[in-house]
């Protein structure tokens, strides 16, 4: 069974869950993101502070219109979206109501080892919380531009994975479910995995999210390229509208090769390359590989939240 007891574990796993709450959003149709993520979005929150402060994954209230948070209890309380951590991955709701609930207590996910036992929970009640195991702890980059250098990775995977709470053996919150992906040796031995943004990520900047809705750092530059790598290196799988590489000229299935003429390797040394660079608004130039000839592309890359829809108040 992969359901938790709640009587085998040293802490009140059934007080934990109470913290975990249902997180359903909408977002306008003609939201930059709508075409890619929905305009309905479901996944889980976690209650973490005591003024109604409710951690997710950022990608379910990103350009959100409106929020809704639900609680084990079937109390539903209305949401703002405080802020969207590019860089982390995470969001911040505002509750804009007394929820009614435990606040979870935040753990450490460098002190969580490979090997542990933990309770991923999605949604409300024991139903929908299950045992996990965290079998990695490893770098990880995301074809939107987006690179942890430490992500963890549990399994079994939580088929409900967005926003789930991720807790510790000492009860406490060590990361927030983002991802379901495929894990093994070779595509015949491949199983299903969660990445999960550990919760280390969240304590230097929770205090400018919820104050600021954002952090102190400028932002990164940003192209617009969804790309993933290949046997020929680094491919641009999509791009996106009105973006840099649309602007210049950038089309899909090129390979980059070069950003500033420096040789490119896997994804991750791609995005370091391009973040070096400078803050976003800074003239980069790709080397791309397009049906067998090189080209250079010349960009002045962009804050991506620039495209974005702002989060408006109930």
């Given at each position: 069974?992969?359901?938790?007891?709640?009587?085998?574990?040293?802490?009140?796993?059934?007080?934990?869950?109470?913290?975990?709450?249902?997180?359903?959003?909408?977002?306008?149709?003609?939201?930059?993101?709508?075409?890619?993520?929905?305009?309905?979005?479901?996944?889980?929150?976690?209650?973490?502070?005591?003024?109604?402060?409710?951690?997710?994954?950022?990608?379910?209230?990103?350009?959100?219109?409106?929020?809704?948070?639900?609680?084990?209890?079937?109390?539903?309380?209305?949401?703002?979206?405080?802020?969207?951590?590019?860089?982390?991955?995470?969001?911040?709701?505002?509750?804009?109501?007394?929820?009614?609930?435990?606040?979870?207590?935040?753990?450490?996910?460098?002190?969580?080892?490979?090997?542990?036992?933990?309770?991923?929970?999605?949604?409300?009640?024991?139903?929908?919380?299950?045992?996990?195991?965290?079998?990695?702890?490893?770098?990880?980059?995301?074809?939107?531009?987006?690179?942890?250098?430490?992500?963890?990775?549990?399994?079994?995977?939580?088929?409900?994975?967005g926003g789930a709470a991720v807790i510790g053996p000492e009860g406490d919150l060590v990361g927030i479910g983002s991802l379901l992906v495929q894990v093994g040796q070779d595509e015949s031995s491949t199983e299903d995995s969660n990445m999960v943004v550990p919760i280390d990520l969240l304590t230097p900047i929770l205090d400018d999210l919820v104050g600021r809705g954002r952090t102190v750092k400028p932002p990164r530059p940003w192209v617009g390229i969804y790309a993933t790598e290949g046997e020929t290196g680094v491919r641009a799988n999509n791009i996106a509208p009105h973006g840099p590489a649309e602007r210049a000229g950038i089309e899909q299935g090129d390979?980059?090769?070069?950003?500033?003429?420096?040789?490119?390797?896997?994804?991750?040394?791609?995005?370091?390359?391009?973040?070096?660079?400078?803050?976003?608004?800074?003239?980069?130039?790709?080397?791309?590989?397009?049906?067998?000839?090189?080209?250079?592309?010349?960009?002045?890359?962009?804050?991506?939240?620039?495209?974005?829809?702002?989060?408006?108040?109930?």
């Amino acid at each position: 069974m992969l359901q938790p007891d709640l009587k085998t574990y040293g802490y009140d796993l059934e007080a934990r869950l109470g913290s975990v709450l249902r997180l359903h959003s909408q977002i306008p149709p003609d939201a930059f993101t709508a075409a890619a993520l929905g305009t309905e979005r479901e996944g889980t929150g976690i209650l973490i502070g005591d003024r109604g402060i409710v951690l997710t994954i950022g990608y379910l209230i990103n350009e959100a219109e409106q929020i809704w948070l639900t609680t084990h209890t079937g109390l539903v309380v209305p949401g703002h979206a405080l802020a969207y951590d590019f860089v982390t991955g995470f969001g911040i709701v505002q509750a804009l109501g007394n929820l009614g609930c435990p606040v979870m207590p935040l753990g450490s996910s460098a002190m969580t080892g490979i090997g542990s036992e933990l309770v991923i929970a999605a949604g409300v009640g024991i139903e929908r919380a299950m045992r996990t195991r965290l079998i990695g702890k490893r770098e990880f980059a995301g074809y939107w531009e987006y690179l942890l250098d430490e992500a963890f990775f549990v399994m079994p995977a939580h088929p409900a994975w967005g926003g789930a709470a991720v807790i510790g053996p000492e009860g406490d919150l060590v990361g927030i479910g983002s991802l379901l992906v495929q894990v093994g040796q070779d595509e015949s031995s491949t199983e299903d995995s969660n990445m999960v943004v550990p919760i280390d990520l969240l304590t230097p900047i929770l205090d400018d999210l919820v104050g600021r809705g954002r952090t102190v750092k400028p932002p990164r530059p940003w192209v617009g390229i969804y790309a993933t790598e290949g046997e020929t290196g680094v491919r641009a799988n999509n791009i996106a509208p009105h973006g840099p590489a649309e602007r210049a000229g950038i089309e899909q299935g090129d390979i980059i090769v070069a950003v500033d003429d420096v040789p490119v390797g896997d994804l991750a040394d791609f995005y370091r390359q391009l973040w070096s660079r400078g803050d976003a608004g800074v003239l980069v130039e790709l080397t791309i590989l397009r049906e067998g000839q090189r080209r250079r592309m010349k960009l002045e890359t962009a804050n991506r939240e620039d495209l974005l829809r702002r989060p408006r108040l109930h």
